[in-house]
């Protein structure tokens, strides 16, 4: 539990690092059946597993190195607008 004298940023740290191992074995128990369908399912799903495939991927690198960084900069920015009108 956060404390109220705890940043933001060490807050959206910890959170990272608590879920972290988490995602990325729901990433890769997710792509192992869909590596193994691409591989050695039919051509004509080939291109529904690969746009699965890519997605379940970048799904995954988004949520944790994009999504956290952006939500930081979107807090400063919005404290830093909060304290430009309240002057």
């Known amino acids: 539990m956060a404390s109220k004298d705890e940043k933001f940023d060490d807050i959206c740290e910890r959170a990272i690092n608590e879920t972290l191992a988490r995602s990325l074995n729901t990433t890769f128990t997710t792509l192992l059946p869909l590596l193994s369908i691409l591989f050695f399912g039919s051509e004509s799903i080939f291109y529904f597993i690969l746009a699965l495939t890519v997605g379940v991927t970048t799904g995954a690198y ?4 994009i999504a ?7 807090k400063r920015w919005a404290d830093k607008k909060a304290l430009v009108k309240k002057a």
């Not at 988004?62 to 190195?65: Q, Y």
């Not at 956290?68 to 979107?74: A, E, H, R, V």
């Open 68 to 74: 956290t960084p952006g939500l930081i900069i979107w």
């Open 62 to 65: 988004s949520s944790i190195f």
